[in-house]
């Protein structure tokens, strides 16, 4: 029937998605099914050019290789299975259909939410590394003004997410210009502390020294890593206190469990 209908089997649609992505992830025969779905049911979504180009862009980042259009049917797809189990549930067991719509709805925000998360995971991450770019920029700008050199060598020992984007400047600065290539590394990511650092490299650019730029912004980045760690570190009494209080418990229901059994058996001995 596939070669009737010039259509791809299924060991194909899952070797073509095994290889399209970046993550060494077994994929589902599950998987190929949604996709499909989903495939079909873009051809009737209809977005306007400005949140097409907005979701393509964030798609990008995200590493997700799917068009907004399937992006967004996949998502409806699988909120649609979800829902589509009240049928049979309407017949078996009634009480538990309004959890499955809720669970519907739940996975449908939580899937057209996950290209988001990923590219607010990856800003964070390169936000917290951004400390220790700029005190690497103060100290090679006193030695060097090639932005391109500097930006090689750091990304040799940059975390995941900040090598992955320096890559791709690095690339796009060696085939174009340099300011427009600083200006789509701080488009892509949309942090306004990234901001700050890539308007400190155009100056340089530019002409301008650069050091004592850099020094500033370096010292003022420490003072917000020393405040986001102060913030992390007080909530961690909350954390603790919800696992002390799960473990009192625990003793608890120990004594009373003791308790009720020795409480039985004296019962037992009187009758």
């Not at 779905?37 to 097409?52: A, D, V």
Request: charge should be positive; hydrophobic fraction near 45%.
């Amino acid at each position: 029937m596939a070669d009737l209908l010039k259509l791809p089997s299924l060991k194909a649609s899952k070797a073509v998605i095994s290889i399209s992505r970046r993550e060494k992830k077994k994929t589902h025969n599950v998987e190929i099914y949604i996709l499909q779905l989903s495939t079909k049911l873009s051809k009737i979504i209809k977005l306007n050019e400005y949140k097409k180009r907005k979701l393509t862009a964030i798609l990008k980042s995200a590493e997700i290789n799917l068009t907004p259009e399937t992006y967004i049917a996949k998502a409806y797809v699988k909120a649609g299975l979800v829902l589509f189990s009240i049928i049979p549930a309407l017949f078996i067991l009634p009480i538990i259909t309004p959890v499955i719509l809720f669970l519907a709805i739940a996975i449908y925000f939580k899937e057209i939410k996950v290209a988001e998360d990923k590219v607010k995971n990856q800003r964070e991450e390169i936000e917290y590394e951004l400390p220790r770019f700029t005190a690497t920029l103060t100290q090679e700008l006193k030695a060097s003004r090639d932005i391109l050199s500097i930006l090689e060598t750091y990304k040799q020992n940059a975390g995941k997410a900040m090598k992955r984007e320096l890559e791709i400047t690095v690339a796009d600065m060696k085939s174009g210009s340099f300011e427009g290539a600083l200006t789509r590394f701080e488009t892509r990511l949309g942090s306004s502390t990234l901001s700050e650092v890539v308007r400190g490299l155009i100056s340089v650019l530019r002409g301008d020294d650069g050091v004592v730029y850099f020094q500033m912004l370096s010292h003022d980045l420490k003072q917000l890593e020393l405040q986001r760690l102060k913030t992390l570190a007080a909530k961690q009494p909350s954390k603790i206190r919800k696992y002390s209080f799960a473990m009192l418990m625990c003793f608890v229901l120990m004594y009373l469990a003791v308790m009720g059994i020795q409480i039985m058996k004296t019962m037992g001995q009187l009758f």
